[in-house]
């Protein structure tokens, strides 16, 4: 019994094919074309063909022909797919199925959050590193150029001894300072233009506010044998006689409170008067050297809005404190000074850097000092010392601060003495000069000495120690800077601005008499190190502190920081002073 299919059967001609039918075949064929260039298959479908009735195949191309196929309910999804199930529509999905399709939408999602969200939420919660200060590593220098960052650069230096990394508070041994900062200077020949380096700065320059005999130049800066060399010498140069360097991390390294400390062996010879050799710092909203930065900044720490903000501390001569017993030479006047450019007096709306106090006044800004160290030879004795002071406005009367013992704290007096120089119609100072080792200049054994200063900004516990060959030599507390009833103003913080380093070497008589016919030219200043430590749950680098900025407000002035031939702030520079609110001009 033969089973019914529905594939078509081919029908074999009984006919044996043999070689004659072949050429046969190919012989009768109805090819248009030369028998050489026919295939023998032409041929075939004599023999092998389907019958063009496909009954014959046992196949109906009609429904209901009475044929059946064993596998048509194969192709037939009645029966198979649940009832439920439209054949047309497939109006409901299997759990199987919601749970792939459930999942490819979480995958998208998943794919759009990790290449779109995340990008963007990162962009809007991470916090930059500011391009100014300590943590502009690869960031703009002063000079708008971005340093190249390879070999040993990071912000402590990699050739700084282990056991320098912490250190002990001069003031409250108890106390533990964590170093964070250090250049040893071991890198020979090292150079300071503008770009060179991601921390200090060459200026090319006349320092003229000292009225200095100098010219200061790049190239009399390097470092050799594992310090860094300061040269002045004789050369002819910009209409100058003589050629020094003053190199600093201005915009560049900033830290507020904490440890500066330096280990130097002083030029020339140690009885020879005319050498100004220092290593300082000053608030970073002034730049040493440009002008127009320091016009009303310097060197005022103040935070009041009374009669201390104004033009010579005086309006229409008083208080009469104010215009008698100061500066000798000016005719007793205390104060020259323009009164402070960003005080808290400034009229809101006015250009101030901010921040604001909560009742609405600006915080006082400037640009203050603190010396570590500015060497001398005391022209009387010729001995050699260092005068370490910090600068102030405004002045006490008759620039006299309450340097009692409680606020002066000198720890050897055998060596150490109130500077008689306290202050002129541009500055008060707060200064002890103190013996240092004569054997540590170039010329008279050339060993090196350890100097700094420790501080606490603020006003009540706030204080400055300095340190002369690694001792301390003297304390100035912030209550020596307090009221003065006599002048009319308030306290004087120590200084709450960050601070940057600056180190120089000159020469001017508005320091003391200057030897050109015995000073041995060229003289080098060598610093082996500078260091910088803070208290561990005070750490605060950088430029631009919140409480503190300066970014935006150089960045709006920029032109009076990178141009020194800006020499005053109005008339040099063009730009408006800002209205005082205690002169009624809100």
């Known amino acids: 019994m033969s089973t019914m299919s529905s594939t078509p059967i081919l029908s074999k001609r009984e006919t044996p094919v043999d070689l004659e039918r072949w050429i046969d075949l190919i012989s009768h064929d109805s090819s248009p074309y030369p028998t050489g260039m026919r295939s023998s ?167 003229w506010a000292t009225n200095n005999l100098e010219w200061y130049d790049p190239e009399a800066i390097t470092t050799e ?28 390294f900033c830290f507020t409170g904490g440890y500066i400390e330096t280990n130097v062996s002083l030029p020339g010879a140690n009885n020879i008067l005319g050498l100004w050799p220092a290593v300082w710092t000053m608030g970073n909203l002034g730049r040493a050297g440009y002008g127009a930065t320091l016009e009303g900044m310097w060197p005022y720490t103040y935070d009041s809005c009374d009669i201390g903000t104004v033009a010579n501390q005086s309006i229409n001569g008083q208080p009469i404190a104010a215009t008698i017993n ?74 006299v601060w309450a340097n009692n013992s409680d606020n002066m704290i ?40 350890i100097y700094g200063f420790e501080y606490k900004p603020g006003f009540d516990d706030g204080y400055i120690t300095w340190i002369s060959t690694n001792q301390v030599s003297w304390t100035l507390k912030a209550a020596g800077l307090g009221p003065d009833t006599a002048v009319e103003i308030s306290e004087r913080p120590v200084p709450q601005e960050p601070l ?34 803070q208290f561990q749950n005070a750490i605060n680098i950088g430029c631009n502190p919140k409480d503190f900025p300066t970014e935006d407000y150089i960045n709006t002035y920029i032109e009076a920081y990178t141009n020194p031939n800006l020499t005053t702030w109005v008339n040099d520079y063009h730009q408006a002073w800002p209205k005082n609110s205690f002169l009624d001009q809100c």
């Open 41 to 207: 298959l032409t041929g075939l479908s004599s023999h092998f063909s389907a019958s063009s009735d496909p009954l014959v195949w046992r196949m109906s191309l009609v429904e209901d022909d009475g044929f059946d196929s064993v596998d048509d309910k194969l192709h037939d999804p009645a029966g198979i797919l649940p009832n439920t199930i439209d054949h047309l529509g497939m109006r409901r999905i299997s759990a199987k199925g919601a749970w792939n399709v459930g999942f490819l939408v979480t995958l998208c999602f998943g794919l759009l959050a990790l290449f779109v969200g995340y990008p963007v939420i990162k962009t809007y919660t991470t916090t930059h590193l500011s391009n100014f200060g300590a943590f502009n590593i690869g960031g703009l220098n002063a000079s708008g150029q971005v340093p190249v960052m390879t070999g040993n650069f990071g912000l402590i230096d990699n050739d700084t001894p282990k056991e320098a990394y912490t250190r002990q508070s001069w003031a409250d041994p108890s106390l533990e300072l964590q170093l964070v900062f250090s250049d040893e200077f071991n890198t020979d020949g090292r150079t300071f233009y503008p770009g060179d380096d991601p921390y200090w700065e060459a200026v090319d320059l006349h320092y």
């Open 225 to 252: 044998g594992g310090d860094l060399v300061i040269t002045l010498s004789r050369k002819e140069t910009h209409d100058l006689n003589f050629e020094g360097g003053l190199l600093s991390t201005w915009n560049k």
């Open 326 to 399: 100061g500066d000798t030479g000016k005719n007793g006047i205390l104060s020259y000074l323009p009164g402070q450019r960003l005080s808290r007096c400034t009229c809101n709306g006015e250009s101030h850097p901010g921040p604001k106090h909560s009742d609405g006044t600006f915080v006082g800004r400037s640009a203050p000092e603190i010396d570590v160290f500015e060497a001398q030879i005391n022209q009387d004795t010729l001995v050699a010392q260092v005068s370490q002071s910090a600068q102030w406005a405004p002045f006490n009367a008759g620039y």
């Open 410 to 449: 000198v720890t050897d007096p055998s060596i150490s003495e109130l500077n008689t120089f306290t202050g002129s119609v541009t500055q008060q100072a707060t200064s002890v000069v103190t013996n240092t080792d004569p054997s540590c200049y170039e010329d008279d054994g050339g060993c090196y000495s």
């Open 500 to 533: 940057y380093l600056i180190a120089n070497l000159g020469m001017s008589r508005n320091f003391g008499p200057v030897d050109l016919d015995h000073l041995p030219f060229p003289v080098h200043m060598r610093v082996d190190y500078i260091r910088v430590y």
